[in-house]
């Protein structure tokens, strides 16, 4: 069986991504980083992920972003926007060089595990503005790897793959139901706190996509009902 390193983060896109590749036959190895995010919330939600979609090689990489700050997910005296998205404006959410590092370390593991492609849970219609998650961005990557390794001198690189690229959010829960992901088990909030906050720009993006299908059950305040009735 070929082999597919997924970047897991715990997220509904990297989730839905993990379950793509699975479908397309591939037996996945899941990649997580503990980047020096604010939480452990997401970290968690990917470990059962990669449990429930049965993957069973599972590696969680320490690369610490937050010595040098940059970014209100890596430094907590920076403030997480709650305002909603705000047009050509690249958020303080987004982290200097992470899809950059992320991806690296990705070619490293699947040239090592003799893995045939990188999947990516990237997405650029739905997205917070994040220049990281741009096709463009992922094309020029393609070409660095297939420059940058043994196996791309031979003419093996694993491909970067991103099938939710393109797609809205809506279109990421639609196939997200369709495959069967665990979507209540997804943590997308950029807050760790007992359930998503619904203010945040992760949360607004995903709770509209939510209840546009009609699934009102999986939002941020179904959580909050949930978590006060229990």
């Keep these: 069986m070929n082999k597919a390193v997924v970047l897991l983060s715990g997220g509904l896109d990297s989730a839905t991504t993990a379950a793509i590749a699975i479908t ?42 937050s010595q040098w700050g940059g970014s209100s997910l890596t430094d907590e005296s920076l403030t997480i926007p709650q305002k909603g998205l705000q047009p050509d404006i690249i958020p303080s959410t987004y982290v200097p060089g992470r899809n950059t590092v992320f991806i690296a370390i990705a070619l490293s593991l699947a040239e090592a595990k003799n893995a045939q492609a990188i999947y990516l849970g ?31 001198i031979e003419g093996n690189t694993p491909q ?10 809506v279109d990421i829960v639609r196939r997200a139901l369709e495959l069967n992901v665990p979507i209540a088990d ?5 807050q760790g706190g007992e359930t998503p906050c619904g203010l945040c720009d992760s ?3 995903r709770d509209r996509a939510l209840i546009e299908v009609g699934r009102f059950d999986l939002t941020s305040e179904a959580s909050k009902s949930l978590k006060a009735d229990n």
């Design 122 to 152: 990237i997405n650029a219609v739905d997205y917070s503005g994040y220049p990281d998650c741009r096709p463009e961005y992922l094309q020029a990557y393609q070409q660095l790897a297939n420059l940058s390794s043994k196996v791309g």
């Design 203 to 205: 949360c607004r993006i």
């Design 186 to 190: 997804t943590w997308s909030c950029y």
């Design 160 to 169: 970067l793959v991103a099938p939710l690229v393109n797609d809205s959010k």
């Design 24 to 65: 397309a036959g591939y037996e996945a190895i899941a990649l997580s980083f503990r980047y020096g995010q604010r939480h452990q919330k997401e970290l968690d939600a990917a470990t059962n992920i990669a449990k429930i979609l049965g993957i069973a090689e599972h590696y969680v990489v320490d690369v610490n972003l």
